[in-house]
Nanobody, 115 residues
Framework: QVQLQESGGGLVQPGGSLRLSCAASRSIFSINPMGWYRQASGKQRELVATMTRGGSTNYAESVKGRFTISRDNAKNTVYLRMNSLKPEDTAVYYC?????????WGQGTQVTVSS
């Protein structure tokens, strides 16, 4: 099993930046892939970005060029750097991990983009 703990959410003005972190309870070296999803109020959860152990990335079209996912295996942590934030990025952001056949989720961190 692996526990995931997100941090770094908050309130930011449009055009601002945030960096989310997802700390895993054990080594993420074998976890493949890891990623971020988000769920806005009244909407379904959607993929934001994923990253494989080999470094391949996948982004939602709506965040391409603005968000960057990265992972630090030494720190058992995955990051999501979010730039040029828009009000429509407001959501609860969840960390996700696949370890063999098992899927794990964090508890989520709120990101609110508003002036």
């Amino acid at each position: 099993q692996v526990q995931l703990q997100e941090s770094g959410g908050g309130l930011v003005q449009p055009g601002g930046s945030l960096r989310l972190s997802c700390a895993a309870s054990r080594s993420i070296f074998s976890i493949n892939p890891m990623g971020w999803y988000r769920q806005a109020s009244g909407k379904q959860r959607e993929l934001v970005a994923t990253m494989t152990r080999g470094g391949s990335t996948n982004y939602a079209e709506s965040v391409k060029g603005r968000f960057t996912i990265s992972r630090d295996n030494a720190k058992n942590t995955v990051y999501l750097r979010m730039n040029s934030l828009k009000p429509e990025d407001t959501a609860v952001y969840y960390c996700n991990a696949w370890d063999l056949a098992y899927e794990y989720w964090g508890q989520g961190t709120q990101v609110t983009v508003s002036s």
